[in-house]
């Protein structure tokens, strides 16, 4: 990235910290329009920034970009202490699709259990996908969390479900290397 695109993504993130909604509207609009050079900075506000206007901007804007980059910033702010940031983030998640599954499953499974959440942030983002032949497991998960608890079922489906994509994956791999034969 060349220093004179740096300064204006810098001085388009300063806007989002800006206390006038409008200047901030302005800035998320042309974050987005700068699409994946602005995730990183966006990411930082996010996770950093004290004014939860900057943070719910950053948000809607990683959303709109769906950079899956952003999915460990976005899985971090599931548990922000605004609600509708939270909330955002969530949306974002979504919005990845199955580019955010592994990550998703892996953050329920180490603290699903403890964090409320990080157990409802899951069920929006898994709620109403389509899962192909992972669907009866997903639809475990997704009942386990429907009342916000994490059940063993709900656990033990979202850790099956994990092993299944790395052995997909890993046939996946397997595959490319005999096809190079």
């Given amino acids: 990235m060349t220093m004179e695109k740096r300064a204006v993504i810098d001085g388009l993130l300063a806007m989002l910290q800006h206390r006038d909604g409008l200047v ?3 800035g998320r609009r042309l974050l987005v329009e700068e699409g994946g050079a602005a995730v990183p900075g966006l990411c930082r506000i ?10 719910w901007g950053a948000a809607k804007a990683l959303g709109e970009i769906l950079d899956p980059g952003a999915a460990p910033a ?4 599931l548990e922000d202490r605004n609600s509708d940031v939270a909330w955002l ?4 998640l979504k ?14 499974v180490e603290r699903g259990v403890d964090s409320v959440a990080v157990r409802d942030g899951v ?7 389509k899962f192909d032949r992972y669907e009866e497991l997903f639809a475990t998960v997704i009942r386990s969390l ?3 608890e994490l059940d063993e079922a709900g656990s033990m489906a979202a850790a099956e479900i994990l092993k299944r994509m790395l052995n997909d994956l890993w046939q996946e791999c397997r595959d490319m290397g005999e096809g190079e034969g």
């Fill in 123 to 129: 069920h929006h983002i898994f709620a109403g996908q």
């Fill in 95 to 108: 919005g990845l699709g199955r580019e955010a599954w592994k990550p998703v499953l892996q953050r329920l």
């Fill in 146 to 148: 429907e009342f916000g």
């Fill in 74 to 77: 976005l899985l971090d702010a």
């Fill in 24 to 26: 901030r509207q302005k």
């Fill in 46 to 55: 996010l996770l950093n920034s004290p004014s939860k206007d900057a943070r």
């Fill in 89 to 92: 983030a969530a949306v974002a």
